[in-house]
Structures are given as structure tokens and as C-alpha cells.
């Protein structure tokens, strides 16, 4: 079992820094055993960006909405009756409760530590702990799930840095903002449950179709034409880890995107 110290400087070997902003994917299984569990990795991470780095994390909520794949499995083979059932059954979005249950240990402990910001939307949330969270988190607009009005835009502009622990470019969320530079990218309709002055309704709203089905590919190619510095990979307990900047892998998702998937289809 790997100590908190350790895995603290496993990162710093890697190239984490005091004061960094980091937007962290993490594989707990990936990682080995470490002590504390998903406490014991978000010590060694605030650890190693120290009390001036912030740590972002995916909070996302596909559990409240009826466009999103977790509910197509979720009702398969339902009868009607039983997917009423399940559909009266979803809460409100609740900033402060709504649990994010398919985003791993790790997120779902940056959530709940105390003093955590999270942003408003109902669907993508950010979580983040340190003192740059308000600002990061702060105006995500409900009907933007990951563009230029959410905290990937605002992760882009504080010259973030991207930690995938244990996890690939397949779970690489920054990539989607690249998905909104594309020139004229393909948008589709959204629902969700919501609470106005707290009564729970069902909204629906349009946004960009978001698509993660070519990120491993994406990732690979950006990682073969990555800059010195752009990417750095180390072992962080069992797993082979990567340290990325999120601007360059933003910039790079935006044209490899606009090459290799038609627009507008």
C-alpha cells in the first residue's frame, strides 16, 4: 500500500507544482491501494499543489436526465409503467446534495469535502477545492454544458493543467471544448430535472452534441505531435499517469475535430 507522502511525491515527480490548477480524472482501481483510499489521493493531490493550487473535478449528473445514456440502460427492458415509475422517481438537480455517483470516488470526495464549490449546471457540474474554485466554477450557464460559458473555458484561460490518473484520453473531458470550436458543430436537444423556486419540473434545452467516441484516438494523436512539456508521464502508485496542458490539448482537439469529423453532421 502506497502512504500519502508517497503518491504526494510520485506527483511532484511527475511535474505537479504548488500552485497549480489541475482538472483531475482519476482510476482509484488504476492506482493501487493507497492509504486513506479516495481521501488519501485527494491529500496527496492537494498536497502536492499545496494550499495556493486548486483541484477541479467532472461532478456530472446523468442520473437526473432522460437524454442521457445512463438512462437508456437504465429503463432498457422496462415496461412503461415501470419507466413512469423511474422518471417521477429522478430528483431535482441540487447543487449542494445531487451526488455523482458515475463519477467516481475520487469526485464524488472533492464533492463533499467541506469548503468545496460546485457549479450550477444540472447536468456537467464542476467540483473544485482551493482557493481558485469560486472563480473557475462561477457562471456555468444551464444551457452550456462545456463550452465557452462553463469552467472549461475559464480552465483554459487560468493555463490549467489536465491530471489523468490511472484513466486515458477517452475520459479526457476537456476535449468537448474543443467539440464547441469547431466551426458550426452539430447541436441536439437535452432534459433534465430542474427545481424552480422549489418546485421540480422537467427542462429541455439545446446545446452541442457532445461526443467523447474518438477521444483515445484524439489523445493518441495529440500526444505524437505534443510540443516538450506539453505532456509528461510517470507511474503514480500502479498506474501509468499523465500530466497535460490543457490549452495546447484544447487547441489541438479543435482542428484534429474539425478535420476528422464532418461539420455540422
Given amino acids: 500500500m502506497t502512504d500519502r507522502a508517497r503518491t504526494a511525491a510520485a506527483l511532484t515527480a511527475l511535474g505537479v507544482r504548488p500552485g497549480d490548477v489541475l482538472l483531475v480524472h482519476a482510476s482509484l482501481r488504476s492506482l493501487g491501494a493507497v492509504a486513506g483510499g479516495a481521501r488519501g489521493v485527494l491529500d496527496a493531490v492537494r498536497r502536492a499543489v499545496g494550499p495556493a493550487g486548486t483541484v477541479v473535478v467532472p461532478a456530472f449528473t446523468p442520473e437526473n436526465s432522460d437524454t442521457s445514456p445512463h438512462y437508456r440502460e437504465r429503463v432498457r427492458g422496462l415496461d412503461a409503467g415501470a419507466v413512469d415509475a423511474v422518471r417521477a422517481a429522478m430528483p431535482a438537480y441540487d447543487p449542494a446534495l445531487t451526488p455523482a455517483p ?17 457549479s450550477a449546471h444540472p447536468q456537467t457540474s464542476f467540483a473544485a477545492l482551493g482557493p ?26 487560468a493555463d490549467a493543467r489536465i491530471l489523468l490518473l490511472g484513466t486515458g484520453y477517452a475520459t479526457c473531458t476537456a476535449f468537448h471544448l474543443g467539440e464547441y470550436r469547431m466551426p458550426g458543430p452539430p447541436r441536439r436537444s437535452y432534459r433534465c430535472v430542474v427545481a424552480s423556486r422549489g418546485v421540480r419540473r422537467w427542462w429541455e434545452y439545446e446545446d452541442v452534441a457532445l461526443d467523447d467516441g474518438d477521444f483515445a484516438a484524439l489523445g493518441a494523436a495529440f500526444e505524437e505531435a505534443a ?20 490549452r495546447p490539448a484544447v487547441d489541438f482537439a479543435t482542428a484534429w475535430l474539425t478535420e476528422h469529423r464532418t461539420a455540422g453532421s
Fill in 102 to 118: 458515475s463519477m467516481g470516488a475520487l469526485a464524488e470526495t472533492v464533492r463533499t469535502t467541506a469548503w468545496a464549490e460546485r
Fill in 227 to 246: 510540443a516538450e512539456g506539453d505532456v509528461r508521464v510517470g507511474r503514480v502508485g500502479a498506474a501509468e499517469c499523465r500530466l497535460v496542458r490543457l
Fill in 132 to 157: 481558485g474554485g469560486a472563480r473557475l466554477l462561477a457562471a456555468h450557464r444551464p444551457d452550456c454544458h462545456l463550452g465557452e460559458d462553463s469552467p472549461l473555458a475559464r480552465l483554459y484561460e
